[in-house]
């Protein structure tokens, strides 16, 4: 006899290759599969880039829900005991892009975003959808972060610019159970399923066994972690690593000879009334367009509409 889905092999499929990898980046879910009976939970932590290796020589989780809370940790020096403030006082290298806030039945508990980027992005929380949300240039609002009781993703973009700025990079926690019942006569292997992987990007364990002895019911659990690293500082996204913009150029006139003449429309290469750029066109001289340019745009608006 043989439970195909102990493997978990399209979950793995999915941990190893796109998790981490897709547009909206998975940081947080509570999962319950009915279709399998597997039940589990994925989180993340961002870890100081040299701790990451390190990290990456156990599938054990390097913080869960909850830690990554201020406090004061206690410790001797000399034979003194010290005693100091830290805004992580869980003992570890991680920090929690995610928080668990728990009130022990006075009131209900929930999860909340740290402040920390939400505030290097300047975002908006829109309580009213659980999401946050930035604006680009034109007013036009942006998910950066969507939130559910089951499930937070995070638009990988910014999560990649602000682990850039803390030079830190991402673990993805996984833990998934699945439980199944076998009769006496049946026979299972269960040492099949065991297996440990590892690489420099991610570790993970899967076992099984009896959950007690004697019993006829089995269980198999998948345990790991991946990790995103970071990239250099000057991907942050932030003064002074903002994006260099890409400024259109447009058709001003045409010279002697009907050949079309473009400039650039960078306001800061442009001539303006306080003197700047004399000779360059003016930021006030018009451009011209073909008439297919307004009728695509004049069709764009109705398919919006």
């Known amino acids: 006899m043989e439970i195909e889905s102990f493997y978990y092999k399209d979950l793995l499929k999915f941990i190893l290759g796109t998790h981490g990898n897709e547009t909206w980046v998975i940081i947080y879910k509570k999962m319950n ?19 990451t290796a390190d990290a990456l020589k156990r599938p054990s989780w390097d913080l869960t829900l909850g830690q990554g809370m201020p406090g004061f940790i206690t410790h001797y020096e000399n034979g003194n005991e010290v005693t100091e403030y830290h805004t992580n006082a869980s ?9 668990y806030r728990e009130f022990h039945g006075v009131k209900e ?11 290097y992005h300047n975002l908006y929380y829109d309580h009213a959808r659980n ?7 034109s007013g036009e609002e942006i998910d950066v972060i969507i939130c559910s009781e089951e499930e937070i993703k995070i638009r990988k973009r910014y999560l990649k610019e602000f682990m850039s700025a803390k030079q830190m990079d991402l673990l993805l926690f996984f833990d998934i159970t699945q439980f199944d019942s076998v009769s006496e006569s049946e026979h299972i292997d269960l040492s099949a399923y065991s297996e440990q992987n590892s690489s420099n990007s991610f570790i993970y ?6 959950l007690s002895l004697g019993d006829n019911r089995i269980f198999s659990r998948l345990l790991g972690k991946k990790v995103v690293f970071c990239e250099k500082q000057t991907k942050s996204g932030v003064f002074p690593y903002e994006k260099q913009r890409i400024y259109q150029e447009y ?13 650039t ?25 073909k ?15």
């Open 205 to 210: 364990t899967r076992n099984a066994g009896h």
């Open 109 to 119: 508990n929930y999860l909340e975003i740290s402040e920390e980027i939400r505030l």
């Open 131 to 137: 999401k946050c949300i930035t604006f680009d240039e």
């Open 251 to 263: 058709i001003i006139r045409e010279n002697e000879d009907g050949e079309e003449i473009t400039h």
């Open 91 to 99: 003992y570890t290298s991680c920090e929690p892009i995610v928080r």
């Open 33 to 51: 599969d009915p279709a399998t009976g597997q039940r589990g939970s994925f989180y993340s932590a961002l870890i100081e880039k040299d701790k």
């Open 265 to 289: 429309s960078n306001p800061d290469e442009l001539a303006d009334y306080f003197g700047g750029n004399p000779d360059a066109p003016h930021y006030l001289t018009p451009v011209f367009f």
């Open 291 to 305: 008439k297919m340019f307004y009728q695509s745009i004049t069709l764009n608006l109705h398919y919006i509409q």
